[in-house]
């Protein structure tokens, strides 16, 4: 099975400090995604990877920005952290475009004070 | 954006009793997915059933598909309480490589 790994279940973070959220995947796949989670607004898409180094904005990129430098890692960066982004961030991949489904981490749950 | 619905937003039930959940979408789709997501981790994929379908079956699982109606609906039968989690539905949007995923029903399966 697929495994997707995210470095962090919990993280706290002080208002302005730049955050790295890393993902691992295992199984070769060309594209991922970063989302958050949060109550009443369901998974919103903050950036798509379709393959090494290419990257594409979703729905939510302001105050994101995001690596892909090998395959297999996926970056999210919060360049100077806020309030208002105490949130669930979930990676996932998927094999390509033709593969509908996609293989999700555990999430990480991040708060900013 | 467009955002699916999941309806109802929370059910409870009792163990052995089936759960019925439906999903409203917006646009046309190639695809729609279900996924379960148990408290505070990622989501699992439970099953996919394409635009040219009406029904799909996955052991315990039973959705359907209304393009007409822009609907589906996930049935759990027999409900145990390991199936207590959150459920969403995710489209495609045709042309992207976006999934859109609905806000969610919460299940509590009662023993």
């Known amino acids: 099975d697929v495994k997707v790994t995210q470095s962090s279940r919990y993280l706290v973070k002080r208002t302005g400090e730049k955050v790295f959220l890393e993902c691992v995947q295992d199984?070769?796949?060309?594209?991922m995604f970063w989302y958050r989670q949060d109550p009443g607004l369901g998974l919103r898409l903050i950036y798509f990877?379709?393959?090494?180094?290419?990257?594409e904005k979703g729905d939510i990129p302001e105050g994101y920005s995001v690596s892909r430098e090998k395959k297999e890692r996926f970056s999210l960066i919060l360049e100077s952290a806020s309030t208002n982004q105490t949130s669930m961030y979930l990676c996932?991949?998927?094999?390509?475009?033709?593969?509908?489904?996609?293989?999700f981490g555990s999430g990480t749950q991040l708060s900013v004070l | 954006s467009q955002q699916g619905e999941e309806d109802p937003q929370a059910l409870s039930i009792q163990e052995g009793e089936n759960a019925t959940m439906n999903c409203s979408y917006k646009?046309?789709?190639?695809?729609l997915q279900w996924y379960r997501q148990n408290s505070g981790r990622g989501l699992v994929h439970l099953i996919l059933?394409?635009?040219?379908?009406r029904e799909k079956h996955s052991g315990r699982l039973r959705v359907t598909l209304d393009t007409s109606k822009k609907s589906s609906s996930l049935l759990i039968t027999a409900s145990r309480a390991a199936d207590t989690a959150s459920y969403f539905c995710?489209?495609?949007?045709?042309?992207?490589?976006?999934?859109?995923f609905g806000t969610g029903t919460r299940l509590k399966v009662l023993a």
């Open positions: 996932a991949s998927r094999q390509g475009v033709w593969d509908e489904k996609l293989f």
């Open positions: 199984m070769d796949h060309e594209n």
């Open positions: 646009t046309s789709i190639n695809n």
């Open positions: 990877s379709y393959d090494v180094k290419m990257k």
């Open positions: 059933i394409r635009s040219n379908e």
């Open positions: 995710a489209t495609d949007a045709p042309g992207t490589y976006k999934y859109i």
